[in-house]
């Protein structure tokens, strides 16, 4: 290039490559206020903790309005780790008890300053609703990550404790700036590597950038990590020896990180190491951890997702496992029970065992990475299925045992409350892959904050924050996230259907899937149950039994055919072909509305988002617009490998007037992707 056009280059490229928008910044986009507007007011403090301090440099950098005075009040301890803010003529004035309630409360701030509300009178007081919340990342430590869809993780093993990837702290920040306090670094399948003295000095360096920003770090445990580390005969909970190791390990962690917040563990589950291995029970083992633990204040996530290939329908699996164990936990474990009693389907049921157990802590476990609703490709904006479960009655002690009461200590008192959820977070530019997946990190975090929150005040917090808030863009944005669950779920599996997804890797249909050998219960007809009479599974009192395990009035809700949910129907019941829905469609013609209206939803948001285009940069205007087309074509491929396959049975053909399958059977079958998955 010639010096003149290196100068021309420069010159227009400069300006666009300023202003280029490639989602690195997620809901962070703020814009560092200009020097005279800085002078005009003052940001005070009068603390030096480093999180306090943080707080100082995010609204001196970014805050636009009037003076706000920070003040820690240690006798404030009901805010825990919330805020107040209040403002007259005078300025803002912003209390925390801790010094991280002072960092929590100046991101609120800078959320109102997009939001463009008006400052004059605010009167506000925000306490979190759970006291640890928790990422979950199934990250290996080659990196590849288990169910991430984002590029390799975010962890650079490889390189730590010695290079520190600016990621770290920027991760860190957004986590901080919808109240995330505490990460899981590693796979739940865990490698048991992690706890060896090398590990802990990278998983250290970690744990020092966090801590500022509020974050404590958590590992996942491999429960034979005494055998396999230091050649114990066994790991056997029951033994000194093993007892002895886990203290003398757990001791180690601490000198290097004090305020380590303890293990997560899956135990004996898809072929995970656990006490059972030992003739030892689920508490047996949770116990022996929490008591290394208790000293330095650590914790115990213990997870409840166990299942066997059995007679008992796997739905009933951890309700059987975990009930009679109620009472025998220590009370520093928390049993991590997932929404659903399958596995993260895009519509599960809530987990029976939520409101079961009355004497032993229970937190939720949600999945932010798609495994089961498209990966990263599709838009599905997650906060309607947390809140459907947060939101549903167990009837526990009564009308109003909701899940999240349940959860947050506010039915059964509880030493300490937590949720979690599975990370979307990857080394990938915009970190989850789809520029739309950053809106469900950041919807778990909201709601781990206030589960009273509703999905359209997330979605629009969101909305103006990532995008902008014209009204013209965000309206019918938000309605397109509103409807991108429920459209998953019509073009994957309505009504109640579930697990006909591909083998292992689980991106696609294979409602006919089959693996000779394979277990029962990774065969999607396990699920389905599909016959020349009807589909679903019959999980009633005179089929599996799994409606017993909920409380009156749900479980007889659920045992009838009459009064059973329909979006719930082929979960709980298997229908005939021919029964008549509410609408007085047949059940067959009721599935191919559904299916076809999945794919009818997915060509709508393609107009929504063409048509909004001068709102959005170029780069992630295409982008998205790529993975819409992806999302189209997808939908199809699901509705059509799904009707095509269940006609096969129902022998009745797809109603006249809606769209025709353009692919072949046959052909559909023959797809296999290259994806390697164990299950
Ligand atoms: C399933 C995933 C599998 C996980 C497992 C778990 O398919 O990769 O290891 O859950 O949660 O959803 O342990």
Redesign the pocket.
């Known amino acids: 290039m010639s010096l003149k056009k290196r100068f021309l280059y420069l010159f227009f490229m400069l300006p666009s490559l300023v202003s280029a928008e490639d989602g690195s910044q997620l809901w962070l986009r703020y814009v560092p206020v200009e020097e005279h507007i800085a002078k005009q007011r003052q940001i005070s403090l009068a603390n030096n903790h480093e999180s306090a301090l943080l707080a100082k440099q995010e609204l001196n950098r970014y805050w636009r309005g009037t003076s706000i005075s920070m003040h820690l009040d240690k006798k404030a301890k009901a805010l825990k780790e919330g805020y107040q803010i209040k403002s007259d003529v005078s300025g803002i004035r912003l209390t925390a008890a801790e010094p991280i309630g002072l960092l929590y409360g100046a991101f609120h701030l800078l959320r109102l300053q997009g939001a463009k509300v008006n400052m004059q009178n605010l009167n506000i007081e925000e306490i979190p609703d759970y006291d640890i919340r928790i990422l979950n990342h199934?990250d290996n430590l080659d990196r590849t990550v288990?169910?991430g869809y984002a590029g390799y993780s975010l962890w650079r093993w490889d390189e730590l404790p010695n290079t520190l990837s600016p990621r770290y702290e920027q991760y860190a920040r957004a986590n901080a700036s919808i109240g995330i306090n505490a990460t899981v670094l590693n796979?739940?399948?865990a490698s048991p590597q992690i706890l060896t003295s090398n590990y802990i000095q990278k998983v250290k360096a970690l744990a020092d950038i966090f801590r500022k920003y509020g974050i404590k770090v958590y590992l996942s445990a491999n429960f034979s990590s005494p055998k396999v580390l230091d050649g114990l005969s066994d790991s056997d909970p029951s033994r000194k020896e093993v007892q002895d190791w886990w203290k003398t390990k757990v001791k180690e962690i601490y000198q290097h990180i004090p305020d380590f917040g303890g293990f997560l563990v899956?135990a004996n589950?898809?072929g995970?190491p656990g006490p059972q291995d030992h003739g030892r029970t689920h508490a047996d083992g949770a116990n022996m951890l929490a008591d290394a633990l208790k000293p330095y204040g650590g914790i115990v996530m213990w997870?409840a997702?166990v299942y066997n290939p059995s007679e008992q329908d796997r739905a009933k699996q951890a309700y059987q496992e975990f009930v009679p164990l109620d009472g025998q936990f220590r009370d520093n474990v928390i049993i991590q029970i997932?929404n659903g009693p399958i596995?993260?389907q895009p519509r599960e049921p809530f987990t029976p065992l939520f409101g079961a157990m009355k004497h032993t802590a229970q937190m939720i476990?949600f999945?932010i990475t798609q495994?089961?609703l498209g990966f990263s490709n599709h838009l599905a904006y997650l906060a309607p299925l947390f809140k459907e479960t947060l939101d549903s009655d167990t009837y526990a002690r009564g009308k109003g045992s909701t899940v999240a009461c349940i959860t947050d200590g506010s039915i059964f008192s509880a030493k300490r409350t937590a949720i979690s959820a599975?990370a979307n977070i990857g080394e990938d530019t915009n970190w989850t892959g789809h520029h739309f997946a950053q809106a469900n990190w950041y919807a778990f975090g909201r709601l781990a904050w206030n589960h009273q929150l509703s999905s359209e005040e997330i979605a629009d917090e969101w909305i103006s924050q990532t995008f902008t808030d014209n009204r013209d863009f965000a309206k019918p944005i938000r309605q397109m996230m509103m409807d991108s669950r429920e459209a998953v779920v019509d073009y994957m599996m309505p009504l109640g259907l579930h697990h006909i997804f591909a083998f292992g890797h689980?991106y696609g249909p294979e409602p006919w899937g089959d693996v000779e050998g394979g277990r029962p219960d990774w065969m999607p007809w396990y699920y389905h149950n599909a016959d020349t009479v009807g589909v679903g599974f019959d999980r009633t009192t005179t089929g599996s039994n799994a409606v017993s395990q909920y409380n009156e009035p749900l479980r007889s809700t659920f045992n009838s055919i009459e009064t059973c949910p329909e979006n719930l129907l082929l979960w709980f019941h298997h229908v005939p072909w021919t029964h008549r829905m509410k609408n007085g469609h047949s059940l067959w013609e009721e599935l191919c509305f559904h299916y076809d209206r999945g794919v009818q939803e997915v060509r709508q948001f393609q107009k929504t988002w063409d048509k909004l285009e001068q709102y959005v940069d170029e780069q992630r205007f295409s982008e998205i617009q790529s993975k819409l087309k992806v999302q189209a074509k997808d939908a199809v491929w699901w509705k059509d490998a799904c009707l095509l396959y269940f006609q096969t049975f129902s022998k009745t053909p797809i109603p006249y007037e809606l769209e025709r399958p353009i692919h072949e059977l046959e052909e559909l079958k023959k797809i296999k992707l290259d994806m390697k998955?164990?299950?």
């Open positions: 199934w288990e169910r796979n739940v399948n899956k589950s898809e995970q997870r997702f997932k596995d993260f476990e999945q495994e089961y599975v689980h998955h164990h299950n």
